[in-house]
C-alpha cells in the first residue's frame, strides 16, 4: 500500500450532477480522508434561470445562468468536502434532439479526441484510484451524460498501465430504489391535483401518471455490484442538492424532507466495470482491495 491518500475522481456532465449522482459517497470519502478530484464537463447553460424562466423562453440569459449555476456548483462543493473542482468548461447541450445539441462550442459536438487528451492530463496529473461516471446510456439518455461516459473511457485507455486508475464505476439505481422513488412522486402529484381540484371546485382532467405510463427503470438489484451507505451523511447530500436552488428538477428531493430523504436515498450505488484488486462483488465499500 502506498502511503500516498486515496484519490476518487468523478466525472459529472452538469453543476448538481454531482450532489444527485455522488453527493454521498463524495461526502463520506472525504470524511474518510480520500481525496476528491471533481470533473465538472458543461457550464449549464441550458438550465433554468433563477425565476423559472426555460432555455429558448424569451429573458433566458445563457450567460447569467452559467454565473448563478457556477456559484451553486462552489456552494455545493463546500458542502460536500470536494478537494479539488475542474471546470473542463464546454457548453451544455440540453436534452437530446434540441437545437443547442449542435450549438458551437457545445459538449456534444466537441471532438471525442480534443476532450478526451484533456482529461487524461488531468488523471495523469491527479492519478485517481478511483474514477465514477456514467453508463453509454448516460443513465437516461442526456447527450451530456452519454459524452462524459465516452471521454471517461477514452481518457482511461490513453493512459500508461501504471497510471489508470484500479476501479472505474458507472452511477446505477437500482429498480427498488427507483420504483420507490417513481411511488412517491405519483404520491406527490395526486396529492397535488387534489389540492387543485378544491381550489378549483371540480375535477382536472390531467390525472398524471397511470399504470404503464412510465416504463421500468433504473438496473435489477442483482446487477448492481457496489452499495455505499451514505446514511451519515445525507444532511450533506440534501443540503448541496438544496445548494443548487435555481433547478427545479432538485425540488422534489428536498420537498420529501431530511428523514425521508434519508430513508429513500440513504445507499448510493453502482456498477464496478474494471478492476485491478480482485475484490469480491457485492462489494459495499467503493475503495475495497485498496485499503
Same mark, same amino acid.
Given at each position: 500500500?502506498?502511503?500516498?491518500?486515496?484519490?476518487?475522481?468523478?466525472? +459529472?456532465? !452538469?453543476?448538481?450532477? /454531482?450532489?444527485?449522482?455522488?453527493? $454521498?459517497?463524495?461526502?463520506?470519502?472525504?470524511?474518510?480522508?480520500?481525496?476528491?478530484?471533481?470533473?465538472?464537463? &458543461?457550464? $449549464?447553460?441550458?438550465?433554468?434561470?433563477?425565476?423559472?424562466?426555460?432555455?429558448?423562453?424569451?429573458?433566458?440569459?445563457?450567460?447569467? =445562468? =452559467?454565473?448563478?449555476?457556477?456559484?451553486?456548483?462552489?456552494?455545493?462543493?463546500?458542502? #460536500?468536502?470536494?478537494?479539488?473542482?475542474?471546470?473542463?468548461?464546454?457548453?451544455?447541450?440540453?436534452?437530446? $434532439?434540441?437545437?443547442?445539441?449542435?450549438?458551437?462550442?457545445?459538449?456534444?459536438?466537441?471532438?471525442?479526441?480534443?476532450?478526451?487528451?484533456?482529461?487524461?492530463?488531468?488523471?495523469?496529473?491527479?492519478? @485517481?484510484?478511483?474514477?465514477?461516471?456514467?453508463?453509454?446510456?448516460?443513465?437516461?439518455? !442526456?447527450?451530456? +451524460?452519454?459524452?462524459?461516459?465516452?471521454?471517461?473511457?477514452?481518457? %482511461?485507455?490513453? #493512459?500508461?498501465?501504471?497510471?489508470?486508475?484500479?476501479?472505474?464505476?458507472?452511477?446505477?439505481?437500482?429498480?427498488?430504489?427507483?420504483? *420507490?422513488? %417513481?411511488?412517491?412522486?405519483?404520491?406527490?402529484?395526486?396529492? /397535488?391535483?387534489?389540492?387543485?381540484?378544491?381550489?378549483? $371546485?371540480?375535477?382536472?382532467?390531467?390525472?398524471?401518471?397511470?399504470?404503464?405510463?412510465?416504463?421500468?427503470?433504473?438496473?435489477?438489484? /442483482? *446487477?448492481?455490484?457496489?452499495?455505499?451507505?451514505?446514511?451519515?451523511?445525507?444532511?450533506?447530500?440534501?443540503?448541496? #442538492?438544496?445548494? !443548487?436552488?435555481?433547478? @427545479?428538477?432538485?425540488?422534489?428531493?428536498?420537498?420529501?424532507?431530511? *428523514?425521508?430523504?434519508?430513508?429513500?436515498?440513504?445507499?448510493?450505488?453502482?456498477?464496478? =466495470?474494471?478492476? &485491478?484488486?480482485?475484490?469480491?462483488?457485492?462489494?459495499?465499500?467503493?475503495?475495497?482491495?485498496?485499503?
Amino acid at each position: 500500500m502506498s502511503d500516498r491518500p486515496l484519490t476518487l475522481m468523478a466525472v +459529472h456532465a !452538469h453543476p448538481d450532477d /454531482e450532489a444527485s449522482g455522488t453527493g $454521498g459517497l463524495l461526502a463520506r470519502s472525504a470524511a474518510e480522508g480520500v481525496r476528491t478530484v471533481l470533473v465538472t464537463c &458543461t457550464d $449549464g447553460r441550458c438550465g433554468d434561470a433563477p425565476d423559472g424562466t426555460k432555455p429558448g423562453q424569451p429573458g433566458h440569459d445563457p450567460e447569467a =445562468v =452559467v454565473a448563478v449555476r457556477r456559484a451553486e456548483l462552489a456552494k455545493s462543493c463546500g458542502i #460536500l468536502a470536494v478537494s479539488q473542482l475542474e471546470l473542463l468548461g464546454y457548453g451544455d447541450s440540453g436534452m437530446m $434532439g434540441w437545437d443547442t445539441n449542435e450549438a458551437e462550442g457545445s459538449f456534444w459536438t466537441t471532438p471525442l479526441d480534443e476532450a478526451a487528451d484533456r482529461l487524461a492530463a488531468l488523471m495523469r496529473r491527479e492519478r @485517481p484510484d478511483v474514477v465514477v461516471t456514467y453508463d453509454e446510456n448516460g443513465f437516461y439518455g !442526456h447527450p451530456d +451524460h452519454i459524452q462524459a461516459h465516452r471521454i471517461t473511457v477514452a481518457a %482511461i485507455d490513453r #493512459l500508461a498501465d501504471d497510471e489508470r486508475p484500479a476501479k472505474l464505476y458507472w452511477t446505477a439505481m437500482p429498480r427498488t430504489t427507483m420504483d *420507490a422513488l %417513481i411511488s412517491r412522486m405519483t404520491e406527490a402529484q395526486q396529492q /397535488e391535483q387534489q389540492e387543485q381540484e378544491s381550489e378549483q $371546485g371540480g375535477r382536472s382532467e390531467d390525472g398524471g401518471p397511470r399504470d404503464g405510463d412510465i416504463p421500468p427503470l433504473g438496473l435489477p438489484d /442483482e *446487477a448492481i455490484s457496489t452499495w455505499v451507505d451514505i446514511r451519515e451523511h445525507t444532511d450533506q447530500k440534501f443540503d448541496a #442538492l438544496s445548494a !443548487h436552488a435555481s433547478q @427545479p428538477d432538485n425540488a422534489f428531493f428536498t420537498a420529501l424532507g431530511r *428523514a425521508e430523504f434519508a430513508r429513500l436515498l440513504g445507499v448510493e450505488t453502482f456498477v464496478r =466495470v474494471r478492476d &485491478t484488486t480482485g475484490a469480491p462483488l457485492p462489494e459495499k465499500d467503493i475503495f475495497a482491495g485498496l485499503r
